[in-house]
């Protein structure tokens, strides 16, 4: 019987320096026995340092899963490991075989590891030492389940860079020193400061992102387990806001009726009952100040002002886009922020002036979803659309006119009533009922969305050439 004795256990070079000398001199598992963490053991104990120790040549994801697996606390795992690999050298194929005991544990312990990896990536917290030569040192006290340090340092290598740090654990310390990583002895919580300023971020970072209205205790728990909350700063305030949620909820339900909609109690005391009536909308003015006082459908509860469309009522061409956007929403014009700056320089290349055209929107209220102190926006829905055409026809009959320019398929939808690809009807000019002709084309904040540079261009180019037809047809 062989023995080897690993003076790091957790160690995988170590543990494979002895592994591949075992596999050379084709020492069977059943032959060998494994002991770890001897300090000033030798390395191979009996086995001897002078065993060859070749490539091995096993599959590579064996190799990488051994690589994890080194780092679990279970005693038995350089045993386990090492008849894994001695079969898998063998047996090219032992990774597929899912129903091979040996092959669950393996897989099972890696799921462990990579979790646990997972979680002290998550949840170190680093504390501010001080600062040397512009350079500032933080230090952070971590008890994973694995000896997992060597797998989790390159990733705080990456992500603090331009500091330097410590993170001290039960087994070993990883140091990031003049960009330099070096691995030390195990050390104790005492070494790093209870608390600092950083600390104060992020628990008020913490009861900031923490919605109460989305709290999910149980997958709260299972995401951060309590095992990680004695060293979380932020976990000393979980339990106030989770007593506290359901209050806030309520706050929340009652202010988003005040607070949401700050313009809409203005609006309905000024605008007199009457001019909801059909008939009484006789002409655009009327009908901007009524649609602001639509409740055709939900969307009026949220939305600071209903946005309808302006320009002269003898224009040639109507431009339509989707919605108001959050600019739009503030200010109660259509196309006034970030896609409407777009579409400005777009119309200005195609020669078009935007003051002679009949600018409006598929939909009269800003859709949207709060995000902190966000508003994101959120398509329309079709339902929303059809229910808010009853606007558009109305400022359609207003400006009768030559040509309607739909931007992106809400638009498209809001005109023609029916749900079509822009990609089917682009390039050609439809007849629409009443008389008008109808170009459809993307809408502008498709071209703030592409990453692509170049591919924004084209795209951009051929949005021009769409208004510059439009530009001719209605002349
Ligand atoms: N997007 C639209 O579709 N309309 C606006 O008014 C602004 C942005």
Redesign the pocket.
């Known amino acids: 019987m062989r023995e080897v004795i690993l003076k790091a256990p957790g160690d995988f070079a170590e543990w494979r320096c002895a592994a591949r000398g075992l596999l050379a001199s084709g020492v069977t598992p059943d032959e060998v026995s494994w002991r770890g963490g001897v300090e000033g053991a030798s390395l191979f104990g009996d086995v001897g340092s002078g065993a060859p120790a070749g490539p091995l040549s096993l599959p590579r994801e064996l190799v990488e899963i051994a690589e994890r697996v080194i780092c679990h606390r279970d005693p038995e795992v350089p045993a386990r490991l090492y008849r894994i690999v001695w079969r898998g050298a063998r047996d090219r194929q032992l990774l597929a075989r899912t129903t091979d005991r040996e092959v669950a544990w393996l897989r099972s312990a890696d799921k462990a590891i990579r979790r646990d990896v997972h979680k002290m990536h998550a949840f170190v917290r680093f504390r501010r030492l001080g600062e040397e030569a512009g350079r500032e040192s933080f230090a952070a006290w971590f008890e994973p389940s694995h000896r997992i340090l060597r797998l989790t340092a390159p990733f705080f290598q990456r992500r603090f860079y331009g500091m330097d740090w410590a993170i001290v654990t039960p087994d070993a310390r990883a140091i990031w020193q003049d960009e330099t990583l070096s691995y030390g002895p195990g050390g104790s919580k005492d070494e790093v400061p209870e608390s600092d300023i950083v600390e104060d971020q992020w628990r008020t970072y913490y009861g900031a992102i923490f919605n109460p209205a989305r709290v999910k205790v149980d997958a709260m728990r299972a995401e951060m387990p309590k095992k990680y909350w004695k060293n979380l700063p932020e976990a000393r305030d979980i339990a106030p806001l989770l007593a506290g949620a359901e209050a806030r909820v309520e706050r929340m339900r009652e202010a988003a009726v005040s607070i949401a909609n700050p313009l809409t109690d203005k609006w309905r005391t000024r605008v007199p009952d009457e001019l909801l009536l059909d008939d009484d909308v006789k002409t655009l003015d009327d009908l901007a100040r009524a649609v602001d006082r639509c409740t055709r459908c939900p969307l009026h509860c949220r939305a600071t002002q209903g ?1 309808s469309g302006e320009g002269p009522a003898d224009a040639r061409i109507m431009v339509v ?5 959050d600019q ?1 929403d503030l200010q109660g014009r ?4 970030p ?2 700056q777009v579409l400005d320089a777009a119309l200005e290349e195609a020669g078009i002036d935007r003051s002679r055209l009949f ?1 409006t ?1 598929a939909v009269k209220h800003f859709k949207f979803e709060p995000r902190g102190k966000r508003r994101l926006h959120q398509n329309p829905t079709t339902g929303e659309i059809d229910v808010c055409r009853w606007w558009l026809d109305k400022e359609r009959a207003f400006v009768r006119p030559a040509l309607i320019v739909t ?2 398929v ?2 498209l939808r809001g005109v023609t009533g029916k749900s079509a690809r822009i990609a089917s009807m682009r390039g050609a000019v439809h007849g629409l009922e009443g008389g008008s002709k109808l170009v459809a084309t993307i ?3 498709f071209l703030l969305r592409l990453p692509d540079r170049e591919r924004a261009a084209e795209e951009r180019k051929a949005f021009v050439a769409d208004l510059i037809r439009a530009r001719r047809l209605a002349a």
């Open positions: 946005v886009g989707e919605q108001p956007g739009e259509p196309f006034v922020g896609a409407g600018l929107n931007l992106g809400s638009a809408h502008p904040s």
